[in-house]
């Protein structure tokens, strides 16, 4: 019997393309990419975001921690929402490279709050 789905996985990094198509198939949403070779001063964080309204590619959005914290401002690089993804779209964000280690999720700006 192979191991149960809540075992901690573990990335075989030698196969691991980055490819990010994991972030969107987890069913636990608990799978996230960190690209700290972004920039010299950002890096790119890559996560599941199952929110209304979604983000769009430019918008400056609060970056928040894994308690859903603000961390800091980010900036959105892309939402990947392709229908293979099963209606998880994969939000990634700027943020500067030494809080990368920290943002996890966003939370959108709006002029109401
Ligand atoms: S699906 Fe995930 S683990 Fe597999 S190659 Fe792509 S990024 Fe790496």
């Not at 920039?39 to 959005?61: C, H, K, N, R, W």
């Not at 920290?102 to 700006?109: F, H, L, P």
Request: one cysteine or more; a negative charge; hydrophobic letters at 40%.
């Amino acid at each position: 019997m192979g191991e149960p789905i809540t075992a901690l996985p573990i990335v075989d990094e030698d196969a691991c393309s980055g490819c990010g198509i994991c972030v969107a198939q987890c069913p636990g949403l608990a799978i996230f990419i960190v690209d700290k070779t972004y920039s010299e001063t950002e890096a790119a964080v890559s996560f599941p975001y199952e929110y209304f309204p979604l983000p769009e590619a430019g918008d400056g959005v609060n970056a928040v921690s894994r308690a859903g914290e603000r961390v800091c401002d980010a900036r959105v690089l892309k939402v990947m929402n392709p229908k293979s993804y099963n209606r998880t779209p994969v939000v990634t964000v700027a943020v500067p490279k030494d809080l990368a280690d920290d943002v996890r999720s966003i939370r959108i700006i709006t002029a109401s709050r």
